[in-house]
T-cell receptor
Framework: DADVTQTPRNRITKTGKRIMLECSQTKGHDRMYWYRQDPGLGLRLIYYSFDVKDINKGEISDGYSVSRQAQAKFSLSLESAIPNQTALYFC?????????????FGPGTRLTVT | AQSVSQHNHHVILSEAASLELGCNYS??????LFWYVQYPGQHLQLLLKYFSGDPLVKGIKGFEAEFIKSKFSFNLRKPSVQWSDTAEYFCAANGSSNTGKLIFGQGTTLQVKP
């Protein structure tokens, strides 16, 4: 079984709709991250969480919110989706002891906002 | 500002050719450096990492990278590429304070022709 899973894997939604992307991990890691990937821009950090009570904004948090429901679950929400949020979204985890730069990624969610 | 730059956006090589992908970083203080690879349809996975010590690091699948502090570079190399190396390659960096905030380069798409 995959260590980091994301649901849904693909989603098409309309402008103005609320959507939630979910991430679960079985690695037992404390730290979880949400990134978006756009062609030519690489990955950009949206939010990150070092534990259930510690959530931080990343580089591009506007228009997004997150919830860390448990150590193993980290959800990303788009309260009112807009077309420029069309992207590939990745969740990742890391172990505090090993080094936060060594991250483990989920398979990604391809989101299209029409 | 912290940044990571990859100069080659799209590289096309024939099998058995040598590969070098450029990566330069701008980072205050001590830096940790990484190369991640994303094979078609798959999630990102760690190729290799540099935290300290020997500036020449070896990763999986015959890849290596050299940290040259004076040039702020961390170029990825492979002596002889295979068709299966076709993928997108991302250079990334974070500070040694272990905040977990990875900064990614724009990515380089490598296409290896059989």
């Amino acid at each position: 079984d995959a260590d980091v899973t994301q649901t849904p894997r693909n989603r098409i939604t309309k402008t103005g709709k609320r959507i939630m992307l979910e991430c679960s991990q079985t690695k037992g890691h404390d730290r979880m991250y949400w990134y978006r990937q756009d062609p030519g821009l690489g990955l950009r950090l949206i939010y990150y969480s070092f534990d259930v009570k510690d959530i931080n904004k990343g580089e591009i948090s506007d228009g997004y919110s997150v919830s860390r429901q448990a150590q193993a679950k980290f959800s990303l929400s788009l309260e009112s989706a807009i077309p420029n949020q069309t992207a590939l979204y990745f969740c990742a985890t890391s172990d505090r002891a090993v080094g936060a730069g060594e991250q483990y990624f989920g398979p990604g969610t391809r989101l299209t906002v029409t | 500002a912290q940044s990571v730059s990859q100069h080659n956006h799209h590289v096309i090589l024939s099998e058995a050719a040598s590969l070098e992908l450029g990566c330069n970083y701008s980072y205050g203080g001590t830096v940790n450096l990484f190369w991640y690879v994303q094979y078609p349809g798959q999630h990102l996975q760690l190729l290799l990492k540099y935290f300290s010590g020997d500036p020449l690091v070896k990763g999986i699948k015959g890849f290596e990278a050299e940290f040259i502090k004076s040039k702020f570079s961390f170029n990825l190399r492979k002596p002889s590429v295979q068709w299966s190396d076709t993928a997108e390659y991302f250079c990334a960096a974070n500070g040694s304070s272990n905040t977990g905030k990875l900064i990614f380069g724009q990515g380089t798409t490598l296409q290896v022709k059989p």
